[in-house]
């Protein structure tokens, strides 16, 4: 309580304004959920290959997590001097790391293009969409539903921060008077305090843009919603009255991990698990655009109003 006051304290007019803004964004995203969720339509059986699908879960798996972080490592070694590693240089690795996943990925997908799956597969009343899955996807792509899914995840997003946040607390209590272990500390991931220390005029914050808001959203969409969550809900295929949902937790489940970050562990399975609908209902574009308008939101707070938007 001491640390929120100390916070509060410490607010501009810009942080006031992210505040408000943030809110009414949230409390919009209720009333965008309550569309969702009245939208009509059902979720087709999926209808790629067992084998398909395990190749695409497979490769989703090894781009997102051994061909990133290697070639990441490569490169940020050839930027590396007797003095280290500039910050630039990093997320200019970073970024690199990206591109080679999406790549794989892609690679894959035009290979074998039942492992990357693009369209949406929920069955409306709208006459079907034609063509390959990649125009699929881009036919069912507009942006009132980019803001729909966009609304929607700031009212996930605040209401798991909130129930994170009354766990936390009473976590805390409890760990006082001996009955559980301690909690996680409760601190924002480590990109929000590269954000913070960054002059927005230079070149090592461009980086940071590339990185934050262009690669790690299609990396991780092609992943997670592309390769990772069609391979299990195609492995679920034969309860299809739950594997749908096993494989969209999971999903949510893996992608708040990869983050390793406890503090934000519960928002990160809202937004990954929310993301499998929005793949489902839009395809796979859409769920690209939602991630960058989201990380590119939480880049500007961050700039404009740090006291509020690291709370």
């Known amino acids: 309580m001491d640390e929120l006051t100390q916070s509060l304290d410490a ?27 009245n939208l009509p339509g059902k979720a087709s059986a999926p209808t790629t290959l067992i084998s398909d699908g395990v190749m695409g879960l497979c490769t989703g798996l090894l781009a997102f997590g051994i061909i990133f972080g290697v070639v990441t490592g490569m ?5 590396s001097t007797h003095f280290g590693i500039s910050q630039a240089h990093l997320f200019t690795a970073a970024f690199s790391g990206q591109f080679a996943a999406a790549a794989t990925m892609l690679g894959m997908g035009a290979i074998a293009p039942r492992t990357l ?15 390959s899955p990649f125009r699929q996807a881009l036919c069912a792509f507009s942006v009132p539903r980019v803001l729909l899914g966009l609304l ?3 009212a996930l997003g605040l209401a798991a921060t909130l129930v994170w946040k009354g766990v936390h607390v009473a976590w805390g209590q409890l760990f006082l008077h001996g009955w559980t272990g301690q909690p996680p500390a ?17 070149w090592r914050f461009f980086t940071i843009t590339l990185a934050v808001a262009i690669g790690a959203p299609i990396m991780e969409e092609l992943a997670f919603r592309g390769m990772i969550y069609p391979g299990l809900r195609r ?15 999971i999903t949510g489940a893996l992608f708040s991990a990869a983050h390793m970050s406890p503090s934000a562990a519960l928002p990160l399975f809202a937004f990954g698990a929310f993301m499998c609908l929005v793949r489902d209902r839009y395809g796979l574009l859409t769920c690209m655009a939602i991630h960058c308008c989201f990380n590119s939101w939480n880049l500007l707070w961050l700039k404009l109003a740090p006291n509020a938007s690291s709370l």
């Open 11 to 37: 607010f501009g007019p810009w942080d006031w304004v992210c505040v408000i803004t943030s809110l009414l964004a949230a409390f919009i995203g209720i009333y965008a959920l309550k569309c969702w969720h």
């Open 75 to 79: 490169v940020s070694q050839a930027f």
């Open 117 to 131: 799956d693009w369209a949406p597969c929920v069955e409306t009343d709208e006459p079907k969409l034609e063509g």
């Open 152 to 154: 929607s995840i700031f």
């Open 186 to 202: 409760d601190e924002p991931q480590e990109i929000v305090a590269t954000v913070l220390k960054t002059d927005v005029n230079t």
């Open 235 to 249: 492995l679920g295929a034969g309860s299809e009255r739950h594997g749908r949902w096993v494989a969209i937790c």
